[in-house]
């Protein structure tokens, strides 16, 4: 006697059944030019958002890309830095906008994952980036880097990651960390590939 299987779902099934002569001639499924991946919904991409953290304003006369972080932000960054590294994730590049504030915070991070901070990589289009600029900047990555982790500034920031996933923030916070996967294997294919968020972090939160 054959054993309905019918209630049972394709995850709760062994590769090997899923897959058996058996099933194939009762047509149960049609597996014709179907990917393993999309049959099993697997998440290729990590995208991790970050705003700069706590940045000085005791020079007025200063440049706005030069202001350095405060005391506040040289204590945020390292404990958030910690805060994501506790989480296990693997980060395979991390990218910056040149501006001061962000790049030392880019930096605190580096340091925490003992990544080289001279292999930061510096784009100036994510000083002051609109969603296009985000956008333009993930789509030409290689497809053999996974896991990102970008570092930029509001207001910006805040529309990208509410652009992104169905959780809606009001405010991106400084140092706060957005953290989503996505289902694609090309970082192209960004834009309309299906993401999932993962988490927020944010210093008040620690």
């Not at 005391?71 to 590294?85: I, S, V």
Request: contains cysteine; aromatic residues 12%; proline residues 4%.
């Amino acid at each position: 006697m054959v054993k309905d299987n019918r209630r049972r779902t394709a995850a709760e099934m062994s590769i090997a059944s899923f897959f058996s002569k058996k099933l194939l001639r009762q047509n149960r499924f049609n597996l014709t030019l179907v990917s393993f991946n999309v049959l099993f919904n697997i998440v290729m991409k990590t995208v991790i958002i970050v705003r700069h953290a706590k940045s000085s304003w005791a020079d007025i006369g200063m440049a706005d890309f030069d202001r350095p972080l405060n005391d506040r932000g040289k204590k945020d960054a390292p404990e958030m830095a910690a805060k994501l590294k506790k989480k296990g994730i693997n980060i395979d590049l991390f990218i910056s906008s040149p501006a001061k504030r962000a790049k030392k915070t880019a930096q605190f991070f580096a340091e925490e994952f003992e990544y080289p901070k001279e292999k930061i990589l510096l784009v100036p289009q994510l000083y002051h980036a609109g969603v296009a600029d985000f956008m333009e900047v993930i789509y030409k990555l290689p497809d053999t880097i996974d896991t990102i982790i970008l570092f930029s500034h509001n207001p910006g920031i805040t529309e990208f990651v509410n652009r992104l996933t169905d959780i809606k923030i009001d405010n991106m916070p400084t140092c706060g960390v957005f953290a989503a996967t996505v289902n694609c294997d090309n970082w192209v294919d960004f834009g309309q590939a299906k993401k999932k968020f993962s988490f927020l972090e944010y210093p008040k939160a620690v």
